[in-house]
């Protein structure tokens, strides 16, 4: 499996040459640098991990400034692993870039979903309101929690209650890349993917059976502008 680290800006539109808007989901590839390789034989997998966005010296430990060493380059920000050996002929220390995918491709964009504070147990487990009627006295509560079993007394963990909401590890499956930009590196992937705006997401090769189809052909409007001068 492949896959490179990259940041999420926003969502915008693009339009094919048949007038098709298409919804995107912008994502800053930087160059992502590969820290380390690990294999079956010493580490009893096959793995790449990758690195981006530098940090400050003064802002790292030892142990990260000696591990980044190793690939000559400085600590990195958001760190993680691809599995897979579909990326053993990367060296420590090369760089990846957003064109390991190419447009067509489908991918599958995991990343840590907004938080949206404390919220009740109605909207954060989908559970059923109470009757609506005047003096029922029961229109949003969470109910009985120490019926679980006979004679229990104590509250059952797992229980669905209210409680935080969002900033849980989530994926988007078999999102379809629509383009990819090396030079000012980024990438455009149709439809939403999780995380807030500037929040880090980690885009590997589908899991699907289908792994590409044919890129769409967008509108080039540097042509239009072109012929108008």
């Known amino acids: ?108 964009v995991t990343g840590i979903s907004r938080g949206k504070g404390f919220q009740g147990a109605i909207r954060r487990n989908n559970q059923k309101l109470g009757f609506m009627s005047h003096g029922s006295r029961f229109h949003r509560g969470l109910g009985s929690l120490a019926t679980g079993g006979t004679a229990s007394s104590n509250i059952k963990p797992g229980t669905t209650a209210a409680g935080q909401m969002g900033v849980k590890t989530r994926t988007n499956q078999n999102l379809e890349v629509i383009k990819i930009d090396t030079e000012n590196n980024y990438m455009l992937v149709k439809g939403n993917i999780p995380g807030p705006s500037r929040g880090f997401v980690v885009v590997k090769e589908t899991t699907k059976r289908v792994k590409s189809k044919d890129p769409v052909v967008l509108i080039d409007y540097s042509k239009e502008d072109s012929d108008n001068a």
């Open 1 to 108: 499996m492949k896959g490179i680290l990259g940041r999420k800006l926003g969502m915008t539109q693009v339009f094919a040459e048949d007038g098709t808007m298409i919804p995107v989901t912008v994502v800053e590839v930087q160059p992502n640098v590969v820290l380390q390789k690990k294999t079956v034989e010493s580490d009893n997998y096959d793995a790449v991990q990758l690195g981006v966005v530098d940090v400050k010296l003064h802002r790292s430990n030892k142990s990260e400034i000696a591990h980044a060493a190793k690939a000559n380059t400085a600590p990195k920000k958001f760190v993680r692993e691809i599995a897979g050996n579909d990326m053993h002929n990367l060296e420590v220390g090369d760089a990846v870039k957003a064109d390991l995918f190419n447009a067509g491709d489908f991918v599958d």
